[in-house]
C-alpha cells in the first residue's frame, strides 16, 4: 500500500504524508507523541474520513476487506454475541458457531455472550472489538490502541494470536500502540510520526533498539524508561 | 344505603359530563395523533439528519420553535385550516375527532422530529465509521443508524403521548368540547370547573396524573437503558 503525498486539514492540525509504503502481509507498527497523526493517518487508509489531497494506492485491497477498530470501540446496543457476529450478518454468511464460541472464549466472554455488550469493562469491549474485526477475514486490519487495556497476560494471548494467524495466512497489520515493547514483539516494521508528518521507518529493531533519527531516538528513550 | 348513595353518585357523574365518554375520546385521539405523529417525525428527523442543503440550520431552528410552540397557536392554525372556507373545509374535520388529530398531528411531529433529529446528529459520526469499518453498504448503514436509536425512538414516542393526552388547548379550539363527541379527558376538567364541580373534575384529573406517571416510567426506562452511552 503507498500513500503518496497525502494530506488532511483538522483545524491546526495539518497531517502531510510524502511517500509511505507499507508491504502488504506484514505486521507494521505505528509510533509518535500523541497528537500527531497516527489516528488521523489510519482513518484515511480505512476510508472514514477523506483526505485533502493525494493518493493511496490499495494495491488490489477492496473497502470491505479493510477494518479498523478504534481507540474507544464502538458497541451496539446488542448483546455480545451480537457484537461478534455482525460483520457476518452484513455479509448474510451464517455464523459457524464453533469459531463463535472459540473467539468468545478466547476473550474470555463465553459465559457473557448474552449480556449487554456496552456494561461490558474496556479491556472486555476492546477484546470484542478486536475478534469482530477479525472474524470475517480482512486482508487489512488496523488497530488503533485498541488492545491498550489489556492486561499483561492477555496482551500476550492477542499477540501469539496475531503471529499464529499470520504465520498461517498472512495479512497486513497497522497497530497503533504507546506500548513499545509489546510492538517491538510484533511487529516486522515501525513508522514514525511527528507533528503530521513521517520521518522515519524502519525494522523493529532499527527503530526501536538502535534509531538513526534523532527524534525517534528521543521519542523511544522517553517511553523506554516508562515501559521496558 | 351509603352503598346506594355512593353509586348514583357515580351514575350521576359519569352520564351528567360523560366521563366514559371522554376517556374513549382521549384514548381514540391520541393513539391515531400519536401513530401518525411518529411515524413523521421519525421520518422527517432522520431525513434532516441525512439531508445536506443551504438553510439546513433555519429549518432545525424553527422545528424548535415549534417544539415549544403553545398548542393554543397550533390550534388555532389549524382551525383557520380546517374551517369551512379554508382551504382545507372540504374535509369537514371541524368539531370531530380527525379535527383534533390533525392539529395534534402538527403540535406532536415537531417534537419527535425534534428529539430523533438531535440523538441522530449524536451518534451519526460514530455509527457511520463504524458501519464503514465493519463493510456496511449504504442502506445497512441507515438501518443500523435507526437500530442503535431504537430506545430514543422509543422516549420520543412516549413523550409524544404524555403532550398527546394533557393537551387542551388545540383540542379545545377544534373540537369545541363536545358531550360524547368531542370532549377530552382535559377539556371534560375545564367544563367541569366552569360548572363548579370540583369532584369529578379531581378524580379526572387523578387518572390523568396516573396515566401520566405510567408514561413517565416508560420514559424513564428507555433512559435508562441509553445511560452507559453518555459517559463513554
Ligand atoms: N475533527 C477535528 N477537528 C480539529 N482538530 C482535530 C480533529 N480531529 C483531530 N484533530 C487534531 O488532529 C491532531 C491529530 O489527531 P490524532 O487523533 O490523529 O492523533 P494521534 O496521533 O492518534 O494521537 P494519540 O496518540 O493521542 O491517539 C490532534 O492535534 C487533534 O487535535
Ligand atoms: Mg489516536
Given at each position: 500500500m503507498r500513500m503518496i503525498e497525502l494530506e488532511k486539514k483538522l483545524g491546526d492540525f495539518h497531517l502531510q504524508i510524502r511517500d509511505l509504503y507499507l508491504a502488504p502481509g506484514r505486521i507494521h507498527g505505528l509510533i509518535g507523541p500523541n497528537g500527531c497523526g497516527k489516528t488521523t493517518l489510519c482513518r484515511l487508509l480505512a476510508g472514514t474520513l477523506i483526505a485533502d489531497a493525494g493518493s493511496i494506492?490499495?494495491?488490489?485491497?477492496?473497502?470491505?476487506d479493510i477494518t479498523m477498530t478504534a481507540q474507544k470501540p464502538y458497541m451496539l446496543h446488542d448483546s455480545v454475541y451480537k457484537n461478534l457476529v455482525y460483520p457476518l450478518r452484513l455479509r448474510g454468511i451464517r455464523p459457524d458457531e464453533t469459531r463463535v464460541e472459540q473467539w468468545l472464549a478466547r476473550c474470555g466472554l463465553a459465559d457473557k455472550r448474552k449480556q449487554s455488550a456496552r456494561s461490558l469493562s474496556s479491556g472486555e469491549q476492546q477484546k470484542l472489538s478486536f475478534a469482530r474485526a477479525l472474524i470475517f477475514d480482512p486482508q487489512l486490519v488496523i488497530v488503533d490502541?485498541?488492545?491498550?487495556?489489556?492486561?499483561p497476560d492477555s496482551t500476550r494471548l492477542f499477540e501469539g494470536w496475531m503471529l499464529e494467524r499470520q504465520a498461517t495466512r498472512s495479512i497486513t497489520w497497522i497497530l497503533i500502540s504507546h506500548q513499545l515493547p509489546h510492538l517491538f514483539r510484533v511487529c516486522d516494521e515501525i513508522h514514525f510520526l511527528e507533528k503530521g508528518r513521517h520521518l522515519a521507518s524502519g525494522t523493529a529493531e532499527q527503530m526501536l533498539l538502535h534509531p538513526a533519527n534523532d527524534a525517534v531516538r528521543r521519542f523511544v528513550a522517553e517511553q523506554s524508561v516508562q515501559s521496558w | 344505603m351509603a352503598d346506594r348513595l355512593f353509586s348514583g353518585f357515580f351514575s350521576d357523574f359519569f352520564s351528567m359530563v360523560g366521563v366514559t365518554d371522554s376517556i374513549r375520546v382521549t384514548l381514540v385521539m391520541s393513539f391515531w395523533s400519536v401513530l401518525i405523529s411518529s411515524v413523521l417525525g421519525v421520518l422527517l428527523g432522520l431525513l434532516l439528519q441525512r439531508a445536506q442543503f443551504a438553510g439546513k440550520r433555519i429549518v432545525v431552528r424553527l422545528n424548535r420553535t415549534l417544539m415549544a410552540a403553545p398548542p393554543v397557536v397550533i390550534g388555532l392554525f389549524s382551525y383557520m385550516l380546517l374551517r369551512n372556507k379554508g382551504p382545507l373545509g372540504m374535509l369537514e374535520w371541524v368539531f370531530t375527532i380527525q379535527g383534533m388529530v390533525f392539529a395534534q398531528v402538527l403540535i406532536i411531529t415537531p417534537l419527535i422530529c425534534g428529539l430523533i433529529h438531535s440523538y441522530a446528529e449524536r451518534i451519526a459520526p460514530a455509527v457511520y465509521a463504524f458501519a464503514k469499518t465493519m463493510g456496511a453498504t449504504e442502506r445497512q448503514t441507515r438501518w443500523l443508524l435507526l437500530r442503535e436509536m431504537k430506545n430514543e425512538v422509543y422516549f420520543a414516542v412516549v413523550t409524544g403521548y404524555g403532550r398527546s393526552i394533557s393537551e387542551v388547548g388545540a383540542v379545545f379550539l377544534i373540537g369545541g368540547n363536545i358531550k360524547n363527541s368531542t370532549r377530552t379527558m382535559t377539556t371534560t376538567i375545564s367544563a367541569l370547573k366552569s360548572a363548579g364541580d370540583f369532584e369529578a373534575g379531581i378524580f379526572l384529573g387523578v387518572l390523568l396524573m396516573i396515566m401520566a406517571f405510567i408514561i413517565q416510567c416508560l420514559a424513564d426506562h428507555f433512559r435508562k437503558e441509553d445511560t452507559p452511552d453518555e459517559d463513554d
Open positions: 494506492d490499495y494495491e488490489g485491497l477492496k473497502p470491505r490502541e485498541t488492545l491498550s487495556n489489556l492486561d | -
